[in-house]
């Protein structure tokens, strides 16, 4: 079930990959989102993906998910979905 008006100001996709979700769900919905990978070759590859106007909404981070803390209310959403590691 879906809230048609929901906006959301930031999410983090982690274990995003390419930014598939990001580009197809997330910033459809979110202000902003934070993209957490752990493999660069897919980070830089997500920048080329969503496109310079999409990226301008986005954070590209660097690392593992065991090893991330975000402070408390950071994020609305936190999407991790498939994480392997």
Same mark, same amino acid.
């Given at each position: /079930?879906?809230?048609?008006?929901?906006? #959301?100001?930031? $999410?983090?996709? +982690?274990?995003?990959?390419?930014? %598939?979700?990001?580009? @197809?769900?997330?910033? /459809?919905?979110?202000?902003?989102?934070? #993209?957490?990978? $752990?493999?660069? +070759?897919?980070?830089?590859?997500? %920048?080329?993906?969503? @496109?310079?106007?999409?990226?301008?909404?986005?954070?590209?981070? #660097?690392?593992?998910?065991?090893?991330?803390?975000?402070?408390?209310?950071?994020?609305?959403?936190?999407?991790?979905?498939?994480?392997?590691?």
């Amino acid at each position: /079930r879906t809230t048609p008006g929901l906006r #959301l100001d930031v $999410a983090l996709d +982690a274990g995003a990959g390419v930014g %598939r979700v990001t580009k @197809g769900c997330l910033l /459809r919905r979110c202000k902003q989102v934070h #993209l957490l990978e $752990a493999c660069e +070759a897919w980070s830089r590859q997500s %920048r080329r993906y969503l @496109g310079r106007k999409r990226s301008e909404r986005c954070t590209f981070l #660097l690392g593992r998910l065991e090893d991330f803390t975000p402070a408390a209310g950071t994020y609305d959403l936190i999407w991790a979905q498939w994480v392997l590691q």
